[in-house]
């Protein structure tokens, strides 16, 4: 099983980005993904979720109508829109794959990617 992040990069506060999770390895769709990210200094954090069938969506207060989550499972890939971007949101972010579970929870998740770099500047 594989996890690979893609779509950070360094982008003003404001603009957008979207980021992909690429899933390979897994024997069916009948797994969760969420998006965690850590700031440097800072405990990681959950993000965002997303179901297998693409619904169970939860969000974090403090991307609640900036951040989009979705998947496209005939592409194994979830992707995190995320909109008017602010520096706060800089950190790496990585999605997970859990079968159970809480989606906020980090030890819900058995499979991590490598994170990808998203830098917001002013």
């Known amino acids: 099983v594989q996890l690979q992040a893609s779509g950070g990069g360094l982008v003003q506060a404001g603009g957008s980005q979207r980021l992909s999770c690429a899933a390979s390895g897994f024997t069916d769709d009948d797994y969760a993904i969420g998006w965690f990210r850590q700031a440097p200094g800072k405990e990681r954090e959950f993000v965002s979720a997303?179901?297998?069938?693409?619904?169970?969506?939860v969000y974090a207060d403090s991307v609640k109508g900036r951040f989009t989550v979705s998947r496209d499972n005939a592409k194994n890939t979830v992707y995190l829109q995320i909109n008017s971007l602010k520096l706060e949101d800089s950190a790496v972010y990585y999605c997970a794959a859990r079968f159970y579970g809480n989606g906020w929870l980090e030890a819900s998740y058995a499979f991590w990617g490598q994170g990808t770099q998203v830098t917001v500047s002013s």
């Open positions: 997303i179901g297998w069938s693409g619904g169970s969506i």
